[in-house]
């Protein structure tokens, strides 16, 4: 019997192990398409030095490619490697689908008890962290605020269970959601059963 140990015991310590690594794949991962290192850091949310030595690393580690292009490099995944194909990749694909998979959960969990779901605070941004608690604003539907607390209950228990997720609810009335614009947050519309039959409409 023959015990490896080490880097191939563990390659995704190497990919893993610094978030400029993580940013500049998933980039290149959503991209599709080879790109300059430049836009690379735009995309990734980093400086170009950071971009730079993330792909300095990842090109060791025989994960990406550079291919001249004029006066600047293009850079691209290797697609050829058990680790891209088998890790890699499904990692990233199974990643874009959290945050549709979140929302399912919360039109069905509300469906036919909120008139609207509104997502606000930082996750309206884009900006949620770990560990912060995911902010909704529900507008009461027909069954009225009985019904969607109990709904709401079994929402956030099924959020913290699976995603590990807390919610902060704040529930509103038609008459309150239609002065919604006094709001001093940004709310972003997530329908449920289609508009809402009364006007909203965001700040912002």
């Known amino acids: 019997m023959i015990y490896l140990k080490g880097h191939l015991a563990r390659p995704l310590d190497a990919v893993l ?27 990734a949310g980093i400086n170009h030095q950071g971009a730079a030595a ?32 088998e890790l890699i ?10 945050a549709g998979a979140v929302a399912d959960a919360i039109k069905k969990g509300l469906r036919g008890k909120a008139a609207a779901v509104l997502v606000g605070g930082e996750a309206a941004k884009g900006r949620l962290e770990p560990e912060r608690p995911l902010e909704l604003v529900l507008v009461e539907g027909a069954g009225g605020r009985r019904s969607l607390t109990e709904a709401v209950r079994g929402l956030a228990a099924l ?45 912002g």
């Not at 990749?89 to 959290?98: I, K, M, V």
């Not at 902060?168 to 289609?194: K, M, Q, T």
């Open 17 to 43: 192990s610094a978030p400029s690594r993580v940013a500049v794949l998933r980039a290149l991962v959503r991209s599709r398409s080879p790109l300059s290192g430049r836009a690379l850091a735009r995309l």
């Open 54 to 85: 993330a792909l300095a690393a990842l090109a060791k580690l025989g994960l990406v490619e550079r291919r001249p292009a004029g006066r600047s490099d293009q850079w691209r995944l290797d697609r050829r490697r058990w680790i891209m194909t």
């Open 89 to 98: 990749l499904p990692l990233f694909e199974r990643e874009a689908e959290l």
């Open 159 to 203: 959020m913290k269970e699976r995603w590990s997720l807390e919610l902060e609810v704040r529930v509103l009335s038609r008459r309150e959601a239609a002065r919604a614009a006094a709001l001093e947050d940004l709310w972003e519309l997530l329908p449920v059963e289609g508009p809402p039959s009364f006007n909203f409409h965001p700040a």
